[in-house]
C-alpha cells in the first residue's frame, strides 16, 4: 500500500494506491479522483452544486496508455503530481 500526502496552495490531498487502483481524496476528505475500472476526476463534494461532479471521467476500462492521461488531468484540474511510483503494475 502507498501512501502520500501533497499539499496545493494549502488544500492537501491524500493519494493512495495499492499496485492496482490509485484513489485521491481531497481537502474534504472525500475522494476526488480514481484510477481503478476507469478513470474518474470529480469536483470535491462540496463544490458539486449544479455543476455536477465530473471533471473527466472515461467510464471504460483503464489500459497503460490511461495512465499518463490521469496523471496529466490530475496535475491540469488539481495541480497534484502523481508520482511514477503509484503507476499500477496490473491492468484487467
Ligand atoms: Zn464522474
Known amino acids: 500500500m502507498l501512501e502520500k500526502?501533497?499539499?496545493v496552495e494549502g488544500?492537501?490531498?491524500e493519494i493512495l494506491g495499492d499496485g492496482f487502483r490509485v484513489w485521491v481524496n481531497g481537502p474534504d476528505g472525500g475522494s476526488v479522483a480514481r484510477f481503478n475500472?476507469?478513470?474518474d476526476i470529480h469536483r470535491?463534494?462540496?463544490?458539486h452544486g449544479s455543476k455536477g461532479q465530473c471533471?473527466?471521467?472515461?467510464?471504460t476500462q483503464v489500459t497503460?496508455?490511461?495512465?499518463?492521461?490521469f496523471v496529466s488531468k490530475m496535475k491540469e484540474l488539481y495541480g497534484?503530481?502523481?508520482p511514477d511510483e503509484f503507476?499500477?503494475?496490473?491492468?484487467l
Open 5 to 7: 500526502v501533497v499539499e
Open 11 to 13: 488544500k492537501v490531498f
Open 37 to 39: 475500472n476507469s478513470i
Open 44 to 47: 470535491p463534494a462540496s463544490e
Open 55 to 59: 471533471l473527466y471521467c472515461t467510464r
Open 64 to 69: 497503460p496508455s490511461d495512465w499518463p492521461v
Open 80 to 82: 497534484v503530481e502523481i
Open 87 to 91: 503507476k499500477p503494475d496490473r491492468f
